[in-house]
């Protein structure tokens, strides 16, 4: 504990409770050591005048440490949605807002959160109540103890999760966290002297000022609210004076033997019990602390558990606990005052949260919960089977199309599994029976005082959902392009399907509602869509999802599937993400690469933050849910296809829509297609369009033969092929060497004899997805970083851009050459230096719209990868690139009498203009990881002693490992690659890439600007010959991975 940072007082009273364990001492209370309560004061009583002035000296603290395991959660529980979509943190901050505005006095709020609680509960203050967020102390930490292994005593340990070792020791815990997080000691020295402590899951528990008056009156150190106990309440405990000396204790069913149990369950006798409703004196509390050294001698509370509260096979451990309102016993003079039943409304089991999210409850004007007047004053009495709905997943599943209607219902009983509805109202007294094994659908309309068997009712049939027992398998965590590995891993039973599960849970977990809207799901077109699209379809249907587009034959390119995502309709179809099953540029077949990504509803790659939420929930998975009789989907066919339920209750529509449509609609929105046709007409002018057999191949006959009326022999490689014809579709001057043999070039851009060849005037390529573009002119090579420079100095030219007042801002990744930088300047753009990985553009193009940030739009990004794009989509674009490139040539060639003005003309201009950064990347593919891991570990513990080294003619002046901190949302990101900075300008940058399917590439970026106007035509090699040399001995990739010789030189 003290490892672990534990504080003193915390510490001293475990040991307090451990010691009472280890000597046999049971934690009991004999009935014949207590006597009842007879009466205590009725707070509707109370008629002194509400005293404003102790606002300024009272705090209210709502304890929130709880997970709600016990419901099945693993988040803080009082993030759970209980009315609308209203969480109890939602409507406690609401509390609190009104409170303050009601009394006109801002009254001290805090949280007693745990360990497992804070980041969630302080991330959403942060984000839906800022203002709260920033007070200081809102946040006290419960503090943590170990489990005790059953049998030993010993600490527990659980291998699979470590942070399962530990737990809250009970609310009792209240005075420890406040003693050593030194909050008692603030509040009291800023004048604080009461404080009203409640649990989170209690929304009837706020601060009334009548019964704080009241307290202040009555000069009491303890106050605890209790309520008179009905049949309901007999099983919990209850307040009853000590025989002893009279002192107010409290007994809960834990210290209560088996001969004193009727006793103890006796109403008539023991009328209170505790609401956990307490008010406590703060200068009191800091005197019995100081009197027992530390900390509060509070009963021992014993509870029998296993270490992973999810599995019921883990070792068998006692908790130690306490409880905050035992309290009552260490102050003297300590009372208590009866309340309303209003003020105690907590949700401990799916019954009260099923009832608190019906009509049977209104939220008041000042955020509480209160029964409907329509009731009678008599809440429903709900029975659900106990086994069946212990857990909030299982409830929510019978509940997903809304619960039925509670006002008139005097008792509902359920056993068995059942589907209900709003469409469903409940009056009187109404049993339900199901016993089969799938839950069946509860009929629309009124049900009276009836008895309902649904066992032999039809069921959902096709929709039925099976779930399928799983279990983790390692190596499921996304990179920045998603996951991938070889197509024979995704093969594996489970593998894919434990993804996609853990997928959906995650945008469950984080809000996102599948049932409505669409799930986009197409891909690259490579060996496993086929399978992998049916298998998500049916996953999708068993987790909720009503309607799905699919691209034809599977086939859709990554920019076209966040196009379909923003740009698509009916707004109430619009889509909420999409699967994307592709491994980018990396080979296909089954032997190969296969890959899936998963992306949000702004069309963009899916945030850190849900990826890291996926990828825990693969480490923890147990099952999958999927729909086996769901029939097989025809997606070569445009269509759409109905699946009803046996039942009627739902259906689901399977949408096969056109793969190019929406996306080649769009650009034409974005570019001038008559000019650019224009140039194409040209007799001096051809094109070539190697899509390399990805999927790009009909959105360039779409573009370039349909819409622009080019030759279909414009068009190369466009028949997509699940193994790309057996080539790497890698749009680079070693992957395209077709292409480039036609453009009249080598694998290191250096001119070749063509023979009297016509070459044509542009040449480009895509990669497997559709996300890359290469740029090839004449016998001339453009450089990605170049090729983003340009396009960003003549955006003017394109439409899109114009439009909308011309480029505000233009990004790039860290390791792409600073010449797009020297635009920005000129030109005065907004300029981003990121980690490689679309998301962080697209964070900066949303800037405004999802952040009410800056707003840096119209906005042009790209990487040296041969990745270039626009805020037009939220993905690197690859034929937009193309396009933006054709239509800087025709703005350039508007008088076609005139010599053609070339893509070799543009760049050299370029050149005069800006001057010119030599650059190169080397790649060392399939590198073994561990080698690769200790080399750039070893740079990077090296940067210190770099920085201001000499190599060769270079000097370095700096040398460190990349961190971003995001302009936007302020997150940072670290480790995103070695850079060594040297004083005339020049970079040597060295990166792991995440994108390979297995081994590690090493990438070697290598730039020096040149600005001298007789120096801009040398060969890339001989410019850079020096800085690699450098590069070699900086990194000493040799000793490391074997080899200095790259598999691939851009």
């Known amino acids: 504990m003290v490892a672990e940072g534990i504080s003193p007082s915390a510490i001293a009273a475990f040991e307090s409770t451990f010691e009472s364990l280890v000597s046999g001492n049971s934690g009991m209370i004999s009935e014949s050591t207590i006597s009842p309560v007879v009466e205590l004061v009725d707070a509707t009583?109370?008629?002194?005048?509400?005293?404003?002035?102790?606002?300024?000296?009272?705090?209210?603290?709502?304890?929130?440490?709880?997970?709600?395991?016990?419901?099945?959660?693993?988040?803080?529980?009082?993030?759970?949605?209980?009315?609308?979509?209203?969480?109890?943190?939602?409507?406690?901050?609401?509390?609190?807002?009104?409170?303050?505005?009601?009394?006109?006095?801002?009254?001290?709020?805090?949280?007693?959160?745990?360990?497992?609680?804070?980041?969630?509960?302080?991330?959403?203050?942060?984000?839906?109540?800022?203002?709260?967020?920033?007070?200081?102390?809102?946040e006290m930490l419960q503090n943590k103890v170990p489990k005790l292994d059953a049998t030993t005593l010993e600490p527990a340990t659980c291998e699979s999760d470590p942070s399962n070792e530990w737990c809250p020791p009970g609310h009792g815990d209240l005075y420890a966290a406040l003693v050593g997080s030194g909050s008692l000691d603030s509040l009291l020295a800023a004048g604080y002297k009461y404080m009203f402590v409640s649990n989170s899951d209690n929304l009837g528990a706020t601060l009334d000022l009548k019964i704080l008056t009241h307290f202040a009156g009555v000069d009491a150190p303890f106050m605890m609210e209790c309520c008179e106990r009905t049949e309901n309440d007999k099983k919990g405990g209850h307040l009853a004076v000590r025989k002893e000396d009279g002192q107010l204790i409290l007994r809960e069913s834990a210290m209560c033997a088996d001969e004193d149990e009727p006793a103890?369950?006796?109403?008539?006798?023991?009328?209170?019990?505790?609401?956990?409703?307490?008010?406590?004196?703060?200068?009191?509390?800091?005197?019995?602390?100081?009197?027992?050294?530390?900390?509060?001698?509070?009963?021992?509370?014993?509870?029998?558990?296993?270490?992973?509260?999810?599995?019921?096979?883990?070792?068998?451990?006692?908790?130690?606990?306490?409880?905050?309102?035992?309290?009552?016993?260490?102050?003297?003079?300590?009372?208590?005052?009866?309340?309303?039943?209003?003020?105690?409304?907590?949700?401990?089991?799916?019954?009260?949260?099923?009832?608190?999210?019906?009509?049977?409850?209104?939220?008041?004007?000042?955020?509480?919960?209160?029964?409907?007047?329509a009731c009678g004053g008599s809440a429903p009495i709900i029975n659900l089977d106990s086994k069946k709905y212990k857990l909030v997943g299982p409830l929510e599943e019978a509940i997903v199309d809304g619960i039925p209607s509670l006002v008139n219902c005097e008792r509902l009983t359920v056993k068995g599994l059942v589907r209900m509805s709003s469409k469903t109202s409940f009056v009187g007294s109404v049993s339900i029976v199901n016993s089969s094994s799938e839950a069946k659908l509860v009929p629309a309309g009124e049900l009276k005082n009836v008895d309902l068997d649904l066992t032999d009712a039809p069921g959902l049939g096709p929709l039925k959902a099976d779930v399928v027992i799983s279990g983790p398998i390692s190596g499921q965590k996304p990179g920045t392009s998603g996951l991938r590995k070889k197509t024979k891993v995704f093969m594996v039973e489970h593998y894919l399907n434990n993804f996609v599960q853990a997928t959906f849970d995650a945008l469950v977990a984080t809000g996102t509602d599948l049932s409505e809207g669409s799930l986009v799901i197409g891909g690259d077109g490579r060996y496993f869509n086929d399978v992998a699209i049916q298998t998500i379809i049916k996953m999708g249907v068993a987790n909720g999802v009503k309607r799905f587009w699919i691209g034809q034959d599977g086939l859709l390119s990554t920019p076209a599937v966040s196009a379909i995502i923003r740009e698509r309709g009916p707004a109430w179809q619009k889509a909420f993400g999409a699967f994307i099953l592709t491994a980018s540029h990396n080979p296909g077949g089954p032997d190969e690469d296969f890959g899936i990504k998963y992306n949000v509803e702004n069309g963009g790659p899916a945030v850190e933050k849900l990826t890291d939420a996926i990828y825990e929930n693969?480490?923890?998975?147990?099952?999958?849910?999927?729909?086996?009789?769901?029939?097989?989907?025809?997606?070569?066919?445009?269509?759409?296809?109905?699946?009803?339920?046996?039942?009627?209750?739902?259906?689901?529509?399977?949408?096969?829509?056109?793969?190019?449509?929406?996306?080649?609609?769009?650009?034409?929105?974005?570019f001038d297609f008559p000019a650019i046709k224009s140039l194409l007409d040209r007799e001096d002018f051809s094109m070539i369009y190697d899509t390399m057999h990805g999927v790009n191949g009909p959105y360039a006959k779409s573009v370039?033969?349909?819409?622009?009326?080019?030759?279909?022999?414009?068009?190369?490689?466009?028949?997509?092929?699940?193994?790309?014809?057996?080539?790497?579709?890698?749009?680079?001057?070693?992957?395209?060497?077709?292409?480039?043999?036609?453009?009249?070039?080598?694998?290191?851009?250096?001119?070749?004899?063509?023979?009297?060849?016509?070459?044509?005037?542009?040449?480009?390529?895509?990669?497997?997805?559709?996300?890359?573009?290469?740029?090839?002119?004449?016998?001339?090579?453009?450089?990605?970083?170049?090729?983003?420079?340009?396009?960003?100095?003549?955006?003017?030219?394109?439409?899109?851009?114009?439009?909308?007042?011309?480029?505000?801002?233009?990004?790039?990744?860290?390791?792409?050459?600073?010449?797009?930088?020297?635009?920005?300047?000129?030109?005065?753009?907004?300029?981003?230096?990121?980690?490689?990985?679309?998301?962080?553009?697209?964070?900066?193009?949303?800037?405004?719209?999802?952040?009410?940030?800056?707003?840096?739009?119209?906005?042009?990004?790209?990487?040296?990868?041969?990745?270039?794009?626009?805020?037009?989509?939220?993905?690197?674009?690859?034929?937009?690139?193309?396009?933006?490139?054709?239509?800087?040539?025709?703005?350039?060639?508007?008088?076609?009498?005139?010599?053609?003005?070339?893509?070799?003309?543009?760049?050299?201009?370029?050149?005069?203009?800006?001057?010119?950064?030599?650059?190169?990347?080397?790649?060392?593919?399939?590198?073994?990881?561990?080698?690769?891991?200790?080399?750039?570990?070893?740079?990077?513990?090296?940067?210190?002693?770099?920085?201001?080294r000499t190599v060769g003619s270079y000097t370095i002046s700096t040398a460190d490992d990349f961190t971003?901190?995001?302009?936007?949302?302020?997150?940072?990101?670290?480790?995103?690659?070695?850079?060594?900075?040297?004083?005339?300008?020049?970079?040597?940058?060295?990166?792991?890439?995440?994108?390979?399917?297995?081994?590690?590439?090493?990438?070697?970026?290598?730039?020096?600007?040149?600005?001298?106007?007789?120096?801009?035509?040398?060969?890339?090699?001989?410019?850079?010959?020096?800085?690699?040399?450098?590069?070699?001995?900086?990194c000493d990739i040799k000793t490391f991975c074997g080899t200095e010789t790259p598999t691939v030189i851009t």
């Open 45 to 138: 009583s109370i008629t002194s005048e509400p005293d404003t002035t102790l606002l300024s000296k009272t705090v209210v603290l709502k304890l929130n440490g709880g997970l709600g395991t016990g419901m099945g959660l693993d988040k803080a529980k009082s993030l759970l949605k209980v009315k609308g979509d209203d969480t109890f943190l939602d409507l406690t901050a609401k509390q609190v807002i009104k409170m303050r505005q009601d009394y006109g006095f801002n009254v001290k709020f805090m949280l007693m959160n745990s360990f497992s609680t804070s980041e969630d509960t302080l991330a959403f203050f942060q984000e839906k109540f800022p203002d709260l967020a920033k007070e200081e102390g809102l």
């Open 264 to 373: 103890f369950q006796d109403i008539t006798k023991h009328r209170f019990f505790n609401t956990n409703n307490l008010w406590v004196r703060l200068d009191k509390l800091k005197e019995i602390v100081e009197k027992f050294g530390g900390f509060i001698p509070l009963p021992m509370i014993k509870n029998k558990k296993t270490v992973d509260p999810k599995d019921d096979s883990s070792t068998k451990v006692v908790q130690l606990e306490t409880a905050m309102g035992a309290a009552i016993e260490c102050f003297e003079g300590a009372t208590a005052i009866v309340v309303p039943r209003t003020r105690f409304a907590p949700v401990k089991k799916c019954n009260d949260l099923f009832l608190l999210r019906s009509d049977a409850y209104m939220i008041t004007p000042d955020h509480r919960p209160v029964l409907n007047p």
């Open 618 to 670: 693969t480490t923890t998975i147990k099952n999958y849910k999927i729909c086996s009789n769901f029939p097989t989907v025809d997606i070569a066919t445009v269509g759409s296809t109905m699946v009803t339920s046996d039942d009627g209750s739902a259906e689901v529509n399977v949408d096969v829509i056109s793969a190019t449509e929406t996306h080649v609609n769009l650009l034409k929105t974005v």
């Open 704 to 948: 370039f033969v349909d819409e622009l009326g080019q030759p279909e022999s414009s068009c190369m490689n466009a028949i997509p092929k699940d193994d790309f014809n057996g080539c790497h579709a890698d749009p680079n001057l070693t992957y395209a060497k077709e292409l480039v043999k036609i453009m009249g070039l080598d694998r290191n851009g250096d001119t070749i004899d063509v023979g009297g060849a016509k070459i044509p005037s542009i040449g480009a390529a895509a990669d497997g997805d559709g996300d890359r573009n290469m740029i090839l002119g004449t016998q001339f090579f453009v450089t990605p970083s170049d090729s983003l420079a340009i396009i960003a100095e003549y955006a003017q030219v394109i439409p899109f851009f114009r439009a909308q007042g011309g480029l505000k801002g233009v990004a790039r990744s860290m390791p792409t050459s600073g010449a797009v930088d020297l635009v920005a300047k000129r030109l005065k753009f907004d300029l981003f230096e990121t980690p490689t990985g679309w998301k962080f553009f697209g964070n900066l193009m949303d800037s405004k719209e999802l952040y009410d940030g800056t707003d840096y739009t119209p906005f042009i990004c790209g990487e040296e990868s041969f990745g270039t794009g626009s805020n037009h989509v939220r993905e690197k674009d690859g034929i937009w690139a193309v396009l933006a490139w054709m239509s800087i040539l025709a703005s350039k060639n508007t008088d076609s009498t005139k010599p053609l003005v070339t893509i070799e003309d543009v760049v050299r201009e370029h050149w005069a203009k800006y001057g010119r950064n030599y650059y190169c990347r080397w790649d060392f593919e399939g590198m073994e990881s561990k080698g690769a891991n200790a080399m750039m570990d070893k740079m990077r513990a090296e940067t210190a002693i770099n920085t201001g």
């Open 964 to 1034: 971003y901190v995001d302009p936007v949302d302020g997150s940072v990101t670290k480790k995103q690659g070695i850079r060594f900075l040297m004083s005339d300008g020049s970079r040597i940058i060295f990166r792991l890439s995440g994108t390979a399917g297995s081994g590690a590439t090493v990438r070697m970026y290598i730039e020096q600007y040149q600005p001298d106007p007789t120096k801009l035509d040398l060969k890339v090699a001989s410019a850079l010959e020096e800085l690699v040399i450098v590069a070699l001995q900086l």
